[in-house]
């Protein structure tokens, strides 16, 4: 057993140090060491995406990000996305359009979406596909997923426009902005 | 909301027609915290799908129950468990295909006393893993039959001391010649063994023959006008289930307690029980939330948790066993490798005289649910054709492959995909366009399948059919593509080598469990009243994702006849939840579903008697629940017998096969570039025919997710086997459909009910793998002009028939 370092980060906005070996995944101690067991191990190999976080605002696959590498980082997962019980806008409209089915690439598709989000408040489609394609879904055929994050980009843009929120988090009921809360998302065409 | 107009409902003659995009949601959540608020019973929403009696939830998209702890990263799958104290299990596997077991050498160099091993003596039950012919061990002791083939357990306190323990065993072995090849399997009767090895499996490599026969197909196809005959192969396809196989267990008073991923929890009663050699009342199975399944996680789990429990029972200490991706992949089943046969035989005016179906599936090591795989694959073998000459002759045999098993539709898609692709070589044939010859061909109420089951009211396939081409602009678009291939040379750029196509397959999907199975399973559910004026809701149908969760307490609460917040689930737990059979083969919404409705009336019924008549008010009934709760023990189980006058024969394969079929017309148009070979999907229509959409919402993912697990089967899923194994058994090498490769897909349910149950649903979750496939082949065939009757049909297929 090697030596153990000291790694002192950011996590979902709260400062955080720990123990690991050199060995260690981000994945692994995020699961075993903090107990954040959102992030899942799909294929512990960088190509399902479930076990993905945001790493100072960039999606990362944490099963190959050394734990080390979050020296000073700021990393958000699936379990800081809703702000005290209200439900973040992706995950709102996941709700609302059944964006999810076992669950298990849920947490990697959302924290990957709320990265997009944030830098693109209004991507085209074929945008929201192209950075939703690292994570895999065997459930849902994607097509509801993408409509979700289309949802909640409308929603995100709406609670801006009329000067509501500005954390990017605004809760699910309070649409200020009138209209519903998850805008009947548009036919693919 | 505009979305409304292109959703919602319509009514056409005497079927219902739901369309895709219902968007606006109601309903509660009574188990995440974020109760949806308002009226359940749906106010004005354009295009409300007809109510079958007043107050219920069914047929509305609420939303699922599971969902806001999934969304938070709350729900707990096994491998979220906590860790303190569990020891890992891993496993000692063959490293060859084939061979003698000779033993096991343990390098002294390890200390062994820091672990628990344990090998095929240790196991004090029976050493079977009981599926359905119980000749796979949990642990092999004689031979090997497989790569992979497990022949020891070891527990550790952690992954590393565990990975040094697998390494230090070495697995003495003979080889044996190993047997990968199918079409070879099977040996003669009379054969004696010429080389040193042994059959596989029993004296011949057979594991299950059935021939299903109709009429006179031989005389007919000597008669028939036009005899048109084709050969088809499907790949092996992984399941690839984000959550890899993973169980927990542990000791509990004198029996031990089982926490996992699965899709059956009472198989694994039997499973450890019969491996321990203890009562099954000792074996009690509490599943974990079960990250996807897809049939991949009905048979498997009962050899984990033998082995997990072997682990447990010798440390006296929780052991987990959770995959890598790379082990899951290598050592778990796939879907069956299938060649079929057609010969078939048509009058001069395009309609089906004779049928000649020879189906074969490889099998791999194991029979484990190969029998009943087969036993769809035949029954679904001739399609959903009127013919009344048909003879299907159908075998699964053993390779040294690692076993097959279950994989979402069972042996129908294979089917399938034979069926319709030579039909559409059949029309060319004729000099008959493909719609034509179908639409002269498809079963009609009253007709009988190759079994002779005789077709109810809901036999139209005809309406699915029609309703396809017209949502498709079938002939529109099919005109549009020859237009466009037409045009080919005189585009400059890389469109110039583009080509497209559209075609199209009709195909049918048997409803809930093959032939008695049902009647075998007899499943039980259980509706209780509560003192707080709810009903508690027990079944033992597994949430993989599918929503189950969501339509069983839609069902319970169409059967009280109260709005959804009436509704609770129990915790599923084998030592008090009933046994409602195993969560496979489409049948929660027909089957479980049926006994819901059942349970639910006669629960009414007794509240109503006890309050002394009816109770039309929902805060009245269940306020009289309530009381008759306190007063004493309410509850109502159900409990599945087949309906009056189903009957099969199972010895001659006549009668009835299932309880019903959905029907399906997918129409898929693509684009395909000759320079890079891929393909394109540039838009699916899929319209099917469900009997009763209880959750249009969760209907249409459904159909969305098979869709994309068949379209990945059809155009890049190939598993590569070199020497018995899968060489590409990672995420990186076996490529399945993202974000990107999905065209849109349009989602058009009809519902003709199954007039044997109450609620007229017939199954959904598999049917959807069965169309994409065929309907992709055949539109190659429509773009290139060239047969494609082998899938997966990848960039280097396509290059190479260019050649």
Not at chain 1, 18 to 41: D, H, I, N, W, Y
Not at chain 2, 427 to 456: I, K, S, Y
Request: proline fraction near 6%.
């Amino acid at each position: 057993m090697s030596k153990k370092l000291h790694v002192t980060t950011t996590v979902n906005g709260e400062a955080v140090e720990f123990l690991c070996e050199p060995r260690q995944s981000l994945l692994e101690v995020l699961r075993e060491t903090m107990r954040l067991t959102g992030a899942k191990e799909g294929c512990n190999n960088g190509n399902c995406g479930a076990c993905t976080v945001l790493m100072n605002g960039v999606p990362v696959n944490s099963c190959i990000v050394l734990a080390v590498e979050a020296e000073g980082a700021k990393l958000e997962t699936v379990e800081g996305l809703a702000d005290h019980g209200h439900l973040h806008p992706l995950q709102s409209c996941f709700l609302e359009g059944a964006a999810l089915q076992c669950g298990i690439c849920t947490p990697g598709f959302l924290v990957t979406a709320k990265a997009l989000l944030d830098r693109n408040p209004n991507p085209s489609e074929h945008e929201i596909r192209f950075q939703l394609a690292n994570n895999l879904c065997r459930c849902t055929g994607y097509d509801k997923i993408v409509r979700a994050v289309q949802a909640a980009a409308a929603e995100l843009r709406a609670t801006k426009a009329c000067g509501a929120g500005g954390s990017g988090t605004v809760g699910h009921a309070d649409a200020g902005c009138g209209g519903p809360a998850v805008a009947g998302p548009a036919k693919t065409t | 909301m505009d979305a409304m107009s292109s959703g919602g409902s319509e009514h056409v003659g005497a079927e219902r027609i739901v369309a895709e995009r219902i968007d606006d949601h109601q309903g509660g959540d009574n188990r995440g915290g974020d109760p949806g608020g308002g009226d359940n019973r749906g106010g004005d929403r354009q295009g409300t799908i007809e109510r079958r009696s007043a107050g219920a939830a069914m047929g509305q998209p609420v939303r699922r129950w599971d969902t806001v702890a999934k969304l938070r990263g709350e729900t707990r799958f096994v491998d979220d468990l906590p860790r303190a104290g569990v020891l890992v299990g891993g496993t000692v596997r063959s490293p060859v295909p084939h061979g003698r077991l000779l033993g096991l050498r343990f390098d002294p160099a390890f200390d062994w006393s820091t672990v628990t091993v344990v090998t095929a003596r240790d196991i004090p039950g029976e050493n079977v893993c009981p599926i359905v012919y119980r000749d796979q061990p949990v642990l092999a002791f004689d031979r090997v039959r497989y790569c992979g083939d497990p022949v020891a357990l070891i527990a550790a306190e952690d992954e590393e001391t565990l990975q040094r323990a697998l390494d230090a065993v070495a697995v003495d072995i003979e080889p044996l010649a190993s047997l990968f090849d199918a079409r070879s399997a099977e040996l003669p009767p009379e054969a004696t063994v010429v080389s040193a090895a042994p059959p596989v499996y029993g004296t011949n490599n057979l594991y299950r023959r059935i021939e299903i026969n109709k009429g006179n197909a031989s005389e007919a196809l000597a008669k028939a006008a036009v005899v048109v005959e084709g050969e088809y192969e499907t790949g092996a396809q992984e399941h690839l289930y984000l959550e890899p196989q993973g169980m927990q267990a542990e000791r509990e008073g004198g029996g031990i307690v089982l926490r996992g991923s699965m899709q059956c929890p009472y198989y694994l009663v039997e499973a450890v029980a019969v491996n321990l050699g203890i009562p099954e009342s000792q074996v009690r199975v509490v599943p974990c939330a079960a990250g996807g399944g897809f049939g991949g996680k009905e048979d498997f789990p009962s050899l984990l948790a033998g082995h997990a429990a072997l682990l447990a029972w010798k440390s006296g200490r929780p052991v987990r066993m959770v995959y890598e991706r790379v082990e899951d992949i290598r050592y778990t089943s796939k879907r069956h490798p299938a060649w079929i046969r057609h010969r078939t035989g048509f009058t001069a005016d395009g309609r089906l005289a004779g049928m000649e179906v020879e189906l074969l599936l490889d099998g791999g090591a194991y029979s484990t649910l190969s029998p009943l795989v087969l036993q769809r694959a035949a029954v679904h073998a001739a399609g959903p054709y009127a013919c009344d000459h048909v003879r299907i002759d159908a075998r699964v045999v053993a390779t040294n492959h690692p076993p097959r098993g279950a994989f979402r539709g069972f042996g129908g898609p294979q089917a399938a995909f034979a069926m319709e692709t030579h039909l559409d070589r059949c029309a060319t044939r004729l000099g008959l366009d493909p719609v034509e010859l179908r639409r002269r061909n498809l079963v009609r109420p009253g007709d009988t399948l190759a079994t002779g089951q005789t077709l109810g009211a809901d036999g139209n396939v005809r309406t699915v059919l029609d309703r396809a081409l017209a949502e498709s602009r079938f002939v529109e678009r099919r005109a549009a593509c020859a237009a466009f291939n037409a045009a080919a040379d005189t585009r400059t750029g890389a469109t110039r080598f583009h080509r497209r196509g559209i075609g199209l397959s009709c195909f049918m999907h048997g409803t809930g469990l093959n032939g008695n199975a049902e009647g075998f399973f007899r499943s039980r559910v259980f509706i209780d009243a509560t003192e707080n004026g709810r009903f508690r809701v027990s079944t033992s149908q597994i949430e993989l994702g599918q929503g189950t969760e969501t339509i069983v307490a839609q069902l319970a609460a169409e059967g009280l006849g109260v709005s959804l917040d009436g509704i609770e689930l129990a915790p599923l737990d084998t030592a008090v939840t009933p046994n409602s059979g195993p969560t496979v083969a489409s049948r929660t919404a027909a089957v479980i579903g049926r006994l819901l409705i059942e349970a639910g009336r006669r629960l009414r019924t007794r509240v109503e008697q006890f309050h002394g008549g009816p109770l039309a008010d929902e805060s009245e009934f269940r306020a009289a629940a309530a009381r008759l709760a306190a007063a004493g023990a309410t509850r109502e189980v159900a409990e599945y017998t087949p309906p009056p006058g189903f009957a099969w024969d199972e010895a001659r394969h006549r009668g009835d096969a299932y309880l019903g079929f959905s029907w399906g017309c997918y129409v898929v148009e693509l684009e395909v570039d000759l320079l890079t070979g891929e393909t394109r999907p540039l838009d699916i229509t899929a319209v099917q025919d469900i009997g009763c959409v209880v959750n249009p919402m969760l209907a249409s993912g459904q159909v969305e997710g098979g869709v994309v697990q068949a379209l990945g089967w059809a155009l890049m899923e190939t598993a590569v086997w070199r020497d018995g194994q899968m060489v590409n058994a990672n995420m990186t090498d076996y490529v399945i459909p993202t974000a990107v490769d999905v065209p849109p897909i349009h989602v058009v349910f009809l519902e003709q009910p199954l007039e044997r149950l109450p609620h007229g649903a017939k199954g959904l979750g598999e049917l959807p793998h069965e169309g994409p496939a065929p309907a992709i082949a055949n539109a190659l065939r429509h773009a290139l002009g060239r047969d494609f009757n082998a899938i997966p049909i990848t960039p280097e297929t396509i290059l190479a028939s260019q050649d």
